[in-house]
C-alpha cells in the first residue's frame, strides 16, 4: 500500500520547506516472536536463514523474542514495550542486562533519533546485542499499525496514540502464545489513555516492581522533583526561564544573539566562556560569569548567550578557586567578599566538612566592573540588574582591545544539552551527618569527579552503602527553582581510593570503551583461533594479487614489551646502487570487513589505550596481538610499500600491494642500536639496519635544513611490583 507522507522541516539557513515522500505499508511484517506460528513470521525467519543470518548464541535475530520472557503475578509471561518518555528518562535502567525481551518501535526510534542522537546510538547497541532479546517492529510501515495524524492532534499526541495502537496489535497477535506486551511510560496522559483503550501499561516504577531481586533499580529511577528541606534553597530565587527555540534563533538571525559551546575554566568553575562568530566574521570570546549567569549550562553544552552592559565586562583576571582537599569540593552555595587569599568559608573545625569547605579559597583578583569588590569566582550569583546598569550591547558593536575590558554575557538558552554520565561521590558535608532512619529514599548532593560539573542532587535509599563510594550519576533535568541539576543512581563502581576503582573512574570520565568484545564481535574472528595458517590459494598468493615476499630479511624494531608489531621494514642494495626499502603494515583489513560488527566496534573504540597495568584493545587479543602482530619466524599478512632510493636518499620509484612476509627477527630499540655498533656482527639483518640508519639520517638532514620542527615527546613507562602490580 503506497501513501504519501508529508511533513514540513527548518533548513540551515532559517527557511522553512515541505517535504512529500511516498511511504509503503506492508503486512509482511514479523512480530520478532521466536515460536510464533503466524505464516508471515514463519516465512521471516525463513528468509532470514536464507540470506545468511544464523543464530547467535541460539537467539535467531529475526525473531529474538524469549518464548519464555519474564513472568510476573500481575501480568503473566511479558514483554516491555517502552515509551520514548520511558527510553530518554530510564535508558541507564533499560541497558541493565536483566532487562530483556523488550520490542522497541520504530514509532519511538524515530522520535529518539530527533530527541537524543546518544539515547537513540545506546537503544541500538542494545538490539544488536542479540543476547538481550531486542526487537524492533517496525510499526510505521505496518498495514495494521500505522496511524495517521487527527487534524486537532499534535506530533506528539499522534505518536503516542500509534504506541498505544502496536502495543494492541501485539496483544491481540501474541494472544495465542498466552504473551502480553506492556507498554511502559511515566506520562500521565498517556497511560491513561492507554487504560482506557484497553492497552496493557504501566508506570516504570510498577515495571521494576517485578525484578524484586534488583532492589537498586528503583534508584535508578530518574529524579524530577527532588526536595530537601534542610537546605537553603528556600533563599534561593531561582533562575531566569530560557527563550523559546524559535526567540533563540531570531536573536542569533537578527544580531542580538551569540551561540557557542560552553568551556568551563578549569580553575574556577563558575567562570565559563564561548568562542562566537561575530557579524564582522571575527571569533571572540564571550565570558560567562557565575551560576545566575550561567542560568543552567554545564560545560559542553551549546549555549546562546546575550551580552552584556559595558559596565559588566571584565577588566582584571578573575579569581582562582584553588583546591586544598582532594577528596572534598567547595560548599560555595553563600556569596563571599573579595579579600584576596581568604578563605571562602572560615576555617573553624578540623572535621571533614571543615575540611571540605576550606578546599575553596579565592587565590586572587577582582572583577573589574567599575570598583566592584565581588570576586569572580566565589560569587554564584553573578552581578544583578544587568538591565539597570546599561543598555545591552549587540554583537556588532564588539571591538577588538576594548577599553571596557572582556565581553561577558549571560545564556538565555540552551540550543543542545550535553549531558551525560558521571562519576562522583557523596558531598563530604552530606556524609559528615550521615544516617538514614528508614528505607526511604532520601535527597542528597553528589559531587562529579569532573570539576567542572556542579553539585547533583539525587534521590537514594543506600546512603550508607554509598558513603565513601565511586559512583555513576546522570543527570536528568535542572528546573529553573533548583541550585543544582536533578539527577538519579546509575551503578556503583567500588571504594574510593581503590586501584581498580579509580582506574575504571578514569576510563570512564574519558569515555575510554573498555567492555569485553561482544559475541557479535568474537563471531568475526577467524574460526581456526590462534591455529591460523597461511593458505596460499585463500589468501590470493597463487592468483597473484597478494606478493610473496617471504624470501627478503625483514625485520621490526619496537619498544621493549611490545606484543602488537604493526609495522616491519627492510633495505637491500640493488644491483645498479641504489636501494630497496620496504615499510610493511599489518594487513588489518584481511580479518576485518567493512560494515562487520568487529568494524563498527574497532571505528568506536578508535584506537588502542595503554595504561599502566594494562592496556584496552581496539581489537580482539587474537587480532592485536597475533594474527595481525608481524612477529618473527611465523607468515603474517602485509600491506607493503616498496621504495627505489637513491645514495642520496632521492626516491626513484615507488610501488604498493598487498603481501605476505616472514619476519626474521622482533628488535627492541636498544637491541638495534647494539647491532649497528656492533663491529663484529655483519649478518644480513644487521647490515640492513645499518643502511636504514645510513638512509634515515639523509632524510632527516634534509627535513631540518628545509626548516623542519623538531618535537621532544619521552615516552614515560613504570616499572611494576610482581606482586601488587604498583608501580
Not at 582591545?401 to 563530604?428: H, K, M
Not at 624470501?551 to 602488537?564: K, L, N, V, W
Request: with cysteine.
Amino acid at each position: 500500500m503506497l501513501r504519501n507522507k508529508s511533513f514540513v522541516k527548518r533548513t540551515r539557513k532559517g527557511n522553512i520547506v515541505r517535504t512529500v515522500k511516498e511511504h509503503y505499508l506492508r503486512d509482511d511484517i514479523a512480530c520478532g516472536y521466536e515460536s510464533c506460528k503466524h505464516s508471515v513470521c514463519v516465512s521471516a525467519r525463513s528468509e532470514a536463514e536464507e540470506q545468511g543470518k544464523t543464530l547467535v548464541g541460539g537467539i535467531h535475530p529475526a525473531a529474538p523474542l524469549s518464548a519464555s520472557p519474564r513472568n510476573s503475578v500481575q501480568w503473566g509471561p511479558h514483554y516491555l514495550v517502552p515509551d520514548t518518555n520511558a527510553f530518554v528518562n530510564q535508558i541507564d535502567i533499560l541497558e541493565r542486562p536483566i532487562i530483556n525481551d523488550v520490542v522497541v518501535l520504530s514509532t519511538v526510534l524515530d522520535e529518539l533519533r530527533g530527541l537524543s542522537m546518544v539515547v537513540y546510538n545506546r537503544v541500538r547497541a542494545i538490539v544488536r546485542d542479540h543476547e538481550r532479546r531486542w526487537f524492533v517492529f517496525s510499526n510505521e510501515h505496518h498495514r495494521e499499525t500505522f496511524v495517521d495524524r487527527n487534524a486537532d492532534e499534535s506530533p506528539n499526541d499522534r505518536n503516542d496514540r500509534a504506541i498505544r495502537v502496536a502495543v494492541q496489535w501485539l496483544g491481540k497477535h501474541l494472544e495465542d502464545a498466552s504473551i502480553r506486551p506492556v507498554m511502559v511510560t511515566n506520562d500521565e496522559d498517556n497511560l491513561r489513555k492507554a487504560n482506557a483503550d484497553g492497552v496493557t501499561a504501566c508506570r516504570m516504577e510498577d515495571c521494576l516492581g517485578v525484578y524484586t531481586e534488583f532492589p537498586e533499580l528503583l534508584d535508578m529511577m530518574g529524579s524530577v522533583n527532588i526536595t530537601d528541606r534542610n537546605t537553603t534553597e528556600s533563599n534561593w530565587e531561582g533562575y531566569a526561564e530560557y527563550l523559546s527555540p524559535v526567540q533563540i534563533q531570531a536573536g542569533i538571525k537578527a544580531g542580538i544573539l551569540v551561540q557557542g559551546t560552553l568551556q568551563i575554566a578549569p580553575y574556577n568553575y563558575l567562570e565559563g566562556s564561548i568562542f562566537a562568530a561575530f557579524p564582522d566574521g571575527k571569533e571572540r570570546r564571550v565570558l560567562v560569569i557565575g551560576r545566575k549567569d550561567m542560568n543552567r549550562a554545564i560545560q559542553g553544552d551549546k549555549i546562546a548567550v546575550q551580552i552584556l552592559p559595558r559596565s559588566q565586562w571584565r577588566k582584571a583576571p578573575s579569581a582562582a578557586l584553588v583546591d586544598e582537599d582532594e577528596d572534598a569540593v567547595p560548599d560555595v552555595d553563600t556569596k563571599t567578599e573579595a579579600t584576596p587569599a581568604a578563605p571562602s568559608v572560615p576555617d573553624t573545625d578540623k572535621t571533614n566538612e571543615g575540611r571540605a569547605r576550606k578546599r575553596a579559597r579565592v587565590a586572587g583578583g577582582k572583577l573589574g566592573n567599575g570598583g566592584s569588590a565581588a570576586t569572580t569566582g566565589a560569587t554564584e550569583d553573578g552581578e544583578e540588574g544587568h538591565d539597570e546598569l546599561g543598555e545591552f550591547v549587540k554583537p556588532a558593536d564588539v571591538e577588538d582591545d576594548s577599553e571596557d575590558g572582556e565581553p561577558t554575557g549571560r545564556v538565555v538558552g540552551v540550543i543542545r544539552r550535553n549531558w551525560r554520565s558521571y562519576c562522583a561521590f557523596l558531598d563530604p558535608n552530606f556524609a559528615h551527618k550521615g544516617a538514614k532512619a528508614s528505607n526511604a529514599p532520601v535527597s542528597v548532593s553528589v559531587l562529579a569527579m569532573d570539576r567542572r560539573i556542579p553539585k547533583i542532587k539525587i534521590r537514594t535509599r543506600q546512603v550508607d552503602v554509598l558513603s565513601g563510594q565511586r559512583f555513576v550519576v546522570a543527570i536528568d533535568s535542572w528546573p529553573k527553582e533548583s541550585r543544582y541539576p536533578h539527577g538519579h543512581f546509575v551503578r556503583a563502581l567500588g571504594d574510593a581510593g581503590d586501584k581498580a576503582t579509580e582506574t575504571e573512574v578514569l576510563l570512564l570520565e574519558h569515555d575510554v570503551p573498555f567492555q569485553p568484545f561482544t559475541k557479535n564481535v568474537r563471531a568475526d574472528l577467524p574460526p581456526e583461533g590462534d591455529k591460523w595458517l597461511l593458505d596460499v590459494d585463500r589468501d590470493q598468493i597463487t592468483s597473484g594479487k597478494r606478493r610473496d615476499l617471504r624470501h627478503i630479511d625483514i625485520c621490526s624494531i619496537d619498544p621493549p614489551g611490545c606484543t602488537d608489531i604493526d609495522d616491519a621494514l627492510h633495505a637491500i642494495r640493488l644491483p645498479n646502487g641504489n636501494f630497496q626499502v620496504g615499510v610493511h603494515i599489518a594487513d588489518v583489513t584481511n580479518f576485518v570487513k567493512p560494515n562487520t560488527a568487529m568494524d563498527k566496534e574497532a571505528a568506536h573504540r578508535s584506537t588502542t589505550v595503554y595504561l599502566v597495568d594494562r592496556r584496552i584493545d581496539m581489537l580482539p587479543e587474537l587480532l592485536g596481538t597475533n594474527l595481525c602482530s608481524l612477529m618473527s619466524n611465523v607468515d603474517r599478512l602485509a600491506f607493503s610499500c616498496i621504495w627505489e632510493l637513491d645514495q642520496d636518499a632521492t626516491i626513484v620509484n615507488v610501488t604498493f600491494h598487498k603481501s605476505v612476509i616472514h619476519s626474521k627477527a622482533s628488535l627492541t630499540y636498544e637491541e638495534a642500536q647494539n647491532r649497528i655498533d656492533d663491529p663484529s656482527l655483519n649478518d644480513s639483518i644487521t647490515n640492513n639496519i645499518r643502511d636504514l640508519n645510513m638512509l634515515a639520517k639523509k632524510l632527516r638532514k634534509r627535513r631540518i635544513d628545509a626548516g623542519a620542527l623538531t618535537l621532544s615527546s619521552p615516552e614515560v613507562r613504570f616499572r611494576l611490583e610482581n606482586d601488587s602490580q604498583d608501580p
